[in-house]
């Protein structure tokens, strides 16, 4: 496992992959078939399923726990409590396990404190969701999400600003912080080189 610095109230069970710089707090627990990255933080009571695949440099917070079936690429930020599922009907007396869908969450996203991604969806590259929204489809690229069922209510940069971009239409529009340009066209939100 190289230097990883897990805490001795943890658990990482033997077999888990985990990348170097990684650091796993207290009482967590990461099962043997999970893959972490690089530099990932995974704060307290946090659990991690044996088919969990992690990116590098990202972080999770307090109370998470990810299931089964859960991918979640680079520099992706889970927030306090958040909740992932992998069974979108389940029943305590009905086995399901052979029913988990796949719940993909794509590079630089947010997933603010206390928001719940139902298992199957997207969630598109630094895209940001609001805290306490219920994810139920696919969310594009850069989108922000709010509400319950979430909804779109704007454009998010890389940075994590609001962009002034109309919901659909075409327009382009500059991060106020990094002066990176965007530009919207058919419902696709793009950083422009």
């Known amino acids: 496992m190289g230097s990883v610095d897990i805490h001795p109230s943890a658990i990482a069970d033997e077999g888990a992959r985990i990348g170097a710089g990684t650091r796993i707090w207290h009482w967590t627990h990461v099962c043997a078939g999970a893959r972490i990255g690089s530099r990932c933080s995974l704060g307290q009571n946090v659990f991690v399923g044996n088919r969990v695949v992690i ?16 991918t979640i690429e680079d520099d ?17 007396a009905v086995e399901r396990k052979s029913e988990y869908r796949d719940t993909i969450v794509r590079r630089g996203a947010t997933l ?23 994810v139920n489809r696919h969310v594009p690229a850069y989108a922000l999400m709010v509400g319950v069922p979430a909804r779109q209510i704007g454009w998010m940069s890389r940075h994590g600003e609001r962009l002034d971009l109309p919901l659909r239409g075409s327009g382009e529009a500059t991060c106020p912080h990094t002066r990176d340009r965007y530009r919207l066209h058919d419902g696709i939100c793009e950083l422009q080189s």
């Open 55 to 70: 990116g590098d440099r990202v972080k999770i917070q307090n109370n998470v726990s990810v299931y089964d079936n859960v």
């Open 76 to 92: 992706v930020f889970c927030g306090p409590s958040m909740v992932f599922t992998n069974v979108y009907n389940p029943r305590a």
């Open 112 to 134: 603010g404190a206390n928001c719940t991604i139902v298992c199957g969806v997207t969630i598109g590259e630094y895209a940001f969701i609001g805290a306490g929204a219920v």
